[in-house]
Nanobody, 126 residues
C-alpha cells in the first residue's frame, strides 16, 4: 500500500521553528518528485515546496522563500520541511504528497500529486 504520513506539526510562537517530516511506505520514494502543501481554514490548498527526484531542483512558494527549506533523504524514504521565522500566516494543515501523474520525477502542479498524507497541524500564535 502506498502511504505517506506527516508528522511534526505543533503550536509554536511567532519567530519560532518547526521541522515537518513525511514518511513514505509501500514504495520507493527515489523516483518521485515530492511536495508539501498547506490549507488554512476557508482557503484552498496551496503548494509550499517541491523537490525533483532527478536532480534535486527545489521550488518554493513566494510566501515561504528564505524561511522554509525542503529536503529529502531517499535512503530513509522520508522528506522534510524545515520552517524558520514562522508567522501567524503560516498557520495551516500541512500535507505531503508525491507526483503520481505525468512525469513523476519532476515537479508539477497540485493536481498532479497524489497519495496525500493525513495532514499535520501547524499553529503559529502567541
Amino acid at each position: 500500500q502506498v502511504q505517506l504520513v506527516e508528522s511534526g506539526g505543533d503550536l509554536v510562537q511567532p519567530g519560532g521553528s518547526l521541522t515537518l517530516s513525511c514518511a513514505a511506505s509501500g514504495f520507493r520514494l527515489h523516483f518521485y518528485a515530492v511536495g508539501w502543501f498547506r490549507q488554512a481554514p476557508g482557503k484552498e490548498r496551496e503548494g509550499v515546496s517541491c523537490i525533483n527526484s532527478s536532480d534535486g531542483s527545489t521550488y518554493y512558494a513566494d510566501s515561504v522563500k528564505g524561511r522554509f527549506t525542503a529536503s529529502r533523504d531517499d535512503a530513509k524514504n522520508t522528506f522534510y520541511l524545515q520552517m524558520n521565522s514562522l508567522k501567524p500566516e503560516d498557520t495551516a494543515v500541512y500535507y505531503c504528497a508525491i507526483r503520481m501523474y505525468g512525469p513523476q520525477s519532476l515537479c508539477g502542479q497540485k493536481e498532479d500529486f497524489g497519495s496525500w498524507g493525513q495532514g499535520t497541524q501547524v499553529t503559529v500564535s502567541s
